[in-house]
């Protein structure tokens, strides 16, 4: 099949290039995929996808008028996506249901720490030789509570390792799993809210998830309390959050993913001006920690990504899907 690659970045080629092994036609294009930039598909079966390309009912249309029958997407997640719309062209979409839960529940652990014991803040004191500790206080894990929102395999690595500071762990989720049943308690979302000293998104986004943090939920939480949030961008509502960091409410913030990311992250914009001013402004407060959506980015997960992509675009070329990794029809 001939395959056009979008949002690729050498580190992508690598991966894909090997787990391919010369079977496929893969085109590599920088742009992310849209209803401008479709066209760099002609002549291809299939598009690979991520996070920020767009697959609404405009572009799926468009991809249809180029015979396109296929995507895959090299993510799990698939809000990006008119399910119904995909359906209604005949164009089959797969994607990678699960790659490292280990690679984004220990990049959140990792924000967790440098928050509360402000690592990049000291870095950057040493860097210019100021060894004071004033204003770097943090307090012990062990005892805190610890809210975890979502259930699933990256919630369950995050809970084992918060178990291992010696936190009790709090889980809120509307399918409970007997394993984590042993590791903490399934409460509401209400009662988590109010009991965790952190609390860290791990649900996927739905009409229901979206802005689940607000400026209610926010007030419910402990004075002080941090949130990570390491899953969608859009579970929270990020001008909601900077109200309640400029309160001191919220004693801590960190982030991978954001909700208007697609015209920021994975991209060197040194030389430009920010133009989201809500974006900009959180990254003026010292205690929020920002990294731009590389919670999944390590060598075992883009192997896995790389690996079940090119399984989803094989079993395309051979007329048998793997229904596992079909999303579309929608789930209801």
């Known amino acids: 099949m001939r395959v056009a690659v979008f949002s690729s970045k050498p580190y ?12 496929h036609e893969l085109v ?70 699960e790659y490292s839960p280990y690679a984004v529940a220990e990049h959140t ?49 995050l809970c084992r390792i918060m178990q291992g500071f010696g936190c009790k762990i709090l889980i809120s989720d509307p399918v409970e799993n007997a394993e984590l049943k042993t590791l903490g308690t399934y409460v509401t979302l209400d009662h988590l809210l109010a009991a965790a000293n952190i609390v860290s998104l791990h649900c996927p986004l739905t009409p229901a998830t979206k802005h689940i943090i607000n400026a209610q939920s926010l007030a419910a939480m402990q004075p002080g309390a941090m949130l990570i949030n390491t899953s969608r961008g859009a579970l929270v509502d990020a001008s909601a959050v900077i109200d309640a960091l400029k309160t001191g409410h ?36 010292p205690n929020v920690l920002i990294t731009g959506h590389q919670a999944f980015f390590t060598h075992e997960a883009m192997s896995k990504i790389a690996e079940v992509t090119l399984a989803n675009l094989q079993a395309f070329a051979d007329g048998v899907p793997t229904k596992a990794q079909l999303i579309n029809p929608p789930p209801r």
């Open 12 to 23: 992508d080629q690598a991966y894909l290039d090997a787990a391919n092994a010369g079977r």
């Open 28 to 97: 590599y294009l920088t742009p992310h995929l849209t209803a401008q930039t479709l066209v760099l598909a002609s002549g291809c079966q299939a598009v690979c996808c991520f996070v920020n390309d767009q697959l609404n009912a405009e572009v799926l249309a468009g991809l249809a008028g180029l015979s396109i029958q296929y995507v895959v997407l090299r993510c799990a997640g698939f809000n990006q996506l008119d399910g119904a719309a995909a359906a209604q062209l005949n164009i089959t979409v797969a994607r990678v249901p």
């Open 109 to 157: 652990t990792g924000l967790i720490l440098a928050l509360n014991r402000n690592i990049h803040r000291a870095h950057n004191r040493i860097r210019e030789n100021d060894y004071s500790l004033q204003g770097l206080m943090g307090f012990d894990l062990h005892g805190k509570t610890v809210g975890v929102i979502g259930g699933g395999k990256i919630g369950l690595a």
């Open 250 to 285: 919220l004693g801590y913030f960190g982030l991978d993913v954001y909700e208007e990311e697609a015209d920021l992250f994975f991209e060197d914009l040194s030389n430009q001006v920010i133009q989201d001013d809500v974006f900009a402004r959180l990254t003026t407060f």
